[in-house]
Structures are given as structure tokens and as C-alpha cells.
């Protein structure tokens, strides 16, 4: 298979980084925002940022994915 | 009429609604072994959309994510931590593994093995190790079957007949209509499920409290440690949180029910472009979270925290509503479970029974063994359900962890032609041991950290060491093997 783009790699791992990885940096209560608490509204606004990132990303891989491509099987 | 009539006529009429659509999805077409398990490859953006989230959804959300808030407060956010991220990696990997998919005419996830690693030892061993992390799966579907049923019936139904009957509905379709009659049930389950938790969600805070921001201010006022990890437990930390994200954002779509699923779509960019939106429907997750937040106040102490949504929709709404509950509740059991067994049969009779005992058999064969497992299958569910043994709860509870051991075999197999067949093989082997090790002898967490994590690290490792050790093998998927997986 062709490996995804780095474009596409980088674009993915913001939502890894900003759901995940930094955790300790926004798991608290105040401020609170929308009448949430940071910890909740942080996650919830990501559940609508990340299709933003994947968007960027399929816009990315999709043209590469429907170009003609020779053998399968990566080269690692 | 009483409110437990009521109750019940709504989850009936919802639940034989649910099987008719079940049914009638699969009449009018030839049910052969390629329809029967992925569809002939033709579902378009909506019905994989509608298919992913029926099987992502099951009772285990339904109950448990306001359970998990119940009882257990912010460590409950680690499902809205995973939900985008899995679909993130599913970007990267059912794309690909559609497009293997269709060249080799793939129907399971041991398919991919075997071709991929021409090796049919390693193909039955990863639908063998598939089929136990499954059972425990479907057992608990039951269970919340038949709790469901039990309380929004006012124990009209007990939850022994509740599971006997509707698992007879669930295989009767999946006999009849193979995977195209579970994606057309999700339609109703998933526009039920989505109306129910909107509404539940928005009204019991709005009820209660005045809003959801009152009622947030209210918990950071008497229950302020609740709202941040770890909540009301002592070990499920920052870094438990972060092992577990990872863990099942690569691990989700390992499930053999979820990696199948993929091959129904019509396209490699319907997946593709599924992945980018399938985000959104967390949406209703958190509205889970809210209600069982609202019932740490309300009914605090109860001994059951799965059961406070379903509390709290009794002790708020009239009997009509908790009986829509109720219908939706039983469909998002069953749906799941229609694709579990679906699954479990197909493995075992293509995966294991054609290429280790008769290896003469031909799919019309297979797809009759099949049918004949989804019964058996069923009846061993039900068994297990009703005399439920603890073991196997919590078994399911991490099962996650034990497919997610495939991860390394899928994602080298499709982008490194340095993995080797021994490698893959010592990797899962590994992983499987050190994982069902640490969770049998409960140390899930260990040292703070997710113990499927810490058995997917030993994992990778054995697999990067024995593939460097062995030879390398010919890149790729050979032409050599696919014989043995399209007859």
C-alpha cells in the first residue's frame, strides 16, 4: 500500500495531541465555558475540530488515492 | 391501562418493527456467502455510516457511559477521548484494507491475515482469539438486554425471556438477511438512540436543575472532585486516561465485527470520507455523561450505577417514554449483537473448520456451516448469559485489549514489507498472553497504565525483533494465495 502523506500524518496527530497527550493541561473545572466545565467543553469541541483536520487530510490523500499505483506492499 | 402495558407495547411494537426492517432487507436477494457477509461490497455512505455507528453504539454505551459517569465520574471523558481519535486511525487503515479487500474478494479479518502472511495457522489463530474476545461481547449484550427490558417493562418481562426472545428474533435475521438486514435495524436503532439521548439528556438537566450550566455549577459546588480525573476512583489517572485513548483508538476497529464491516462499503473513499464525519455522532455521548452526572444528585447510592439512566427516565417521564427507552435500549443490543454472531460464525466456519479440518469444503458448504454456528453461537450466549459467570464480564470489560493486539499485524501488513510472517505470529501470541495475564490476575490497570497497552508495547517489540531476525518474505499480497480465499 502507498503510505499516507506527511500532510496527512501531521493533520491527524493534532487531534491526538490536543485529545489526548495533553491531557493534564486542560482536565479541570474552571474556567468554565458554555456552562461546562474546561474539561468537558475542551473534548466536545474537538468531537467538532477533528472532521475539520480530517477534512484537511482527506483532501490530501484522496487525490492520491484515486491515481493509478504499481505494486502493493509498502518499502519499509 | 396500567404503565407496565403501556411500557410493553411500546418496546414490542419497536422491537417486531425492528425485525420486520430486519427481514424484509434481506428478501428479493440470493444469500451466497459474499452477500451474506459483507453485502456484495455495495453499501453507500449512509448505510456504512448508519452500520458503523449501530455497532459502535451498543448497550455497553447506552448503559455504561451514564453508569461510568454515575459511578465513576471524569474518567468517564476517556469514551469522548477515543471516539474521534479511532476514527482518525480508521482513516488510515479500512480505506486500505477495502481496496485488499476487494482485489482478494476478503470476507473476515482472518482473511486478511491469511493472505496477507500466507499462512492459514495464523488465520485460524487470529479467528480463534476474535471468537473468544466476541463471546464475552455478545453475553453482555444480553445482560443489558435484558435489564433494559426488565426495568422499562416495570418487570412486566423478566430478563430471561427478554433475551430468549429477542435473540431469537436477532438470529432469525441475521439467518435470513446476513448483514444487509443488521445495517437496515440500525437505521431505525440509530434515529431512536439519537432522539432518546437528545431529548433525555437536554430535558433531565433542564428539569432538575434549570439547565445544564446550573446544573454544572451545582456538581462543582458539592461534588467538585468528581468532575475531574480521577473522579470517585483512586487509579484511573492522567496516565491510565492517555494509555487507555491509545489503546482503543488503534485498537477499536480490530474488532473482527468492525474490520468486517468495512468491506460492505461500496468504495474505499465512502470509508474515507466516513472516518472525517463520523465524529459528530459522539455528539450524543456526552449527553449520556449529563444524565448520569444528574442522577449523582438526585438518586444518589444506588448499587448498580449502569442502571441510573434508566432510574432516572422512570422516576422522570411517563410510562410511554420509558417504554421508547426501553425499544430503543433492546435494538441497540441487538443490533451489535446481530453483527457479533454474524461474525463469530463466519470465522469459525471459513477460518478455522475450511483450512484445518476439510479443506475440500466449498463456500455454498461454509456458508451452510456458518448458518448452522450462528444458531449455536446464539444458544451458547444465551447459556452463558443466563448462568453468567463473573470471569467472563471481566473478561469483556478489557476486551478491547485482546483485539487490539491485532493492530501491528494490520498496519505492517499493509505498509511494511519488512513484517514477517514469524514475527506477526510471536507478536500477537505475546500480546495476548501478557494481556490476558495482567487481566486475569487483576492488575488492569498496572502501574497506571492501561495493561492492553502495556501488552500491545511488549507486542510491537517481539514483532519488530523476530521480523529483523527472520528473513525477509516477498512484499506485500502474492497472487499465490488468493486460490485458497475465493473458491
Request: with cysteine.
Amino acid at each position: 500500500m502507498r503510505k499516507p502523506s506527511v500532510g496527512a500524518i501531521l493533520l491527524a496527530f493534532i487531534p491526538f495531541v490536543a485529545i489526548c497527550f495533553s491531557v493534564s493541561l486542560w482536565d479541570r473545572i474552571d474556567p468554565m465555558v458554555l456552562g461546562l466545565p474546561f474539561n468537558f467543553f475542551w473534548l466536545i469541541a474537538w468531537l467538532l475540530l477533528t472532521p475539520v483536520c480530517m477534512w484537511g487530510a482527506y483532501r490530501l490523500e484522496a487525490p492520491r488515492a484515486s491515481e493509478p499505483h504499481g505494486e502493493d506492499g509498502g518499502t519499509l | 391501562m396500567n404503565a407496565s402495558v403501556i411500557a410493553l407495547a411500546f418496546i414490542s411494537v419497536i422491537v417486531f418493527v425492528g425485525a420486520f426492517i430486519g427481514f424484509y432487507a434481506g428478501t428479493r436477494r440470493k444469500m451466497d456467502l459474499e452477500q451474506w457477509t459483507v453485502g456484495d461490497r455495495g453499501f453507500g455512505m449512509l448505510l456504512v455510516w448508519l452500520l458503523m455507528a449501530g455497532e459502535v453504539y451498543t448497550t455497553f454505551t447506552f448503559l455504561g457511559a451514564s453508569g461510568w459517569a454515575y459511578s465513576k465520574g471524569a474518567p468517564v471523558l476517556y469514551v469522548l477521548g477515543y471516539q474521534p481519535l479511532m476514527y482518525v486511525v480508521s482513516f488510515f487503515i479500512l480505506p486500505q484494507v477495502w481496496e485488499v479487500g476487494r482485489k482478494y474478494r476478503l470476507q473476515t479479518q482472518a482473511d486478511f491475515f491469511h493472505v496477507r502472511y500466507n499462512n492459514k495457522y495464523l488465520a485460524a489463530f487470529v479467528a480463534l482469539v476474535g471468537i473468544i474476545f466476541i463471546i464475552p461481547y455478545l453475553q453482555l449484550q444480553l445482560m443489558g438486554l435484558g435489564m433494559i427490558v426488565e426495568v422499562a417493562s416495570y418487570g412486566a418481562i423478566h430478563r430471561i425471556p427478554a433475551m430468549i426472545i429477542s435473540f431469537i428474533i436477532v438470529a432469525a435475521f441475521v439467518l435470513t438477511s446476513g448483514i444487509r438486514g443488521v445495517a437496515w435495524v440500525s437505521v431505525l436503532k440509530d434515529l431512536l438512540l439519537l432522539f432518546s439521548a437528545v431529548f433525555v439528556g437536554v430535558a433531565i438537566p433542564y428539569i432538575y436543575f434549570g439547565g445544564i450550566g446550573r446544573m454544572f455549577a451545582e456538581l462543582a459546588r458539592a461534588r467538585p472532585a468528581h468532575l475531574v480525573m480521577p473522579g470517585a476512583t483512586t487509579n484511573l489517572g492522567h496516565s491510565w486516561y492517555i494509555s487507555t485513548v491509545v489503546l482503543v483508538a488503534v485498537g477499536f476497529y480490530m474488532w473482527p465485527q468492525f474490520f468486517g464491516a468495512s468491506f460492505s462499503a461500496k468504495s474505499s473513499d465512502t470509508l474515507r470520507r466516513n472516518a472525517v464525519v463520523m465524529p459528530f455522532y459522539s455528539i450524543t455521548m456526552p449527553l449520556m455523561f449529563f444524565i448520569g452526572l444528574a442522577a449523582t444528585l438526585i438518586v444518589p447510592g444506588l448499587t448498580n450505577g449502569d442502571l441510573s439512566m434508566l432510574t432516572m427516565v422512570r422516576k422522570t417521564f411517563p410510562a410511554w417514554f420509558l417504554g421508547l427507552i426501553g425499544g430503543a435500549g433492546a435494538l441497540t443490543a441487538m443490533v451489535p449483537a446481530g453483527v457479533m454472531i454474524l461474525t463469530a460464525a463466519t470465522l469459525f466456519a471459513k477460518n478455522m473448520c475450511r483450512p484445518i479440518l476439510w479443506p475440500g469444503m466449498t463456500d455454498q458448504q461454509v456458508a451452510k456451516l456458518a448458518k448452522i454456528t450462528v444458531l449455536l453461537i446464539t444458544i451458547a450466549a444465551l447459556c452463558s448469559a443466563i448462568y453468567s459467570s463473573p470471569t467472563l464480564v471481566a473478561l469483556l470489560l478489557v476486551g478491547y485489549g485482546g483485539v487490539a493486539q491485532f493492530f501491528p499485524g494490520v498496519v505492517l501488513g499493509l505498509y511494511s514489507k519488512r513484517v514477517t510472517t514469524a514475527g506477526v505470529f510471536a507478536g500477537v501470541v505475546t500480546g495476548v498472553v501478557v494481556f490476558v495475564a495482567l487481566a486475569l490476575s487483576k492488575h488492569d490497570p498496572a502501574m497506571g497504565l492501561n495493561a492492553g497497552f502495556i501488552a500491545l508495547c511488549c507486542n510491537v517489540a517481539v514483532v519488530a525483533a523476530v521480523s529483523l531476525l527472520t528473513p525477509a518474505q516477498r512484499g506485500g499480497f502474492d497472487e499465490q494465495s488468493r486460490a485458497s480465499i475465493a473458491a
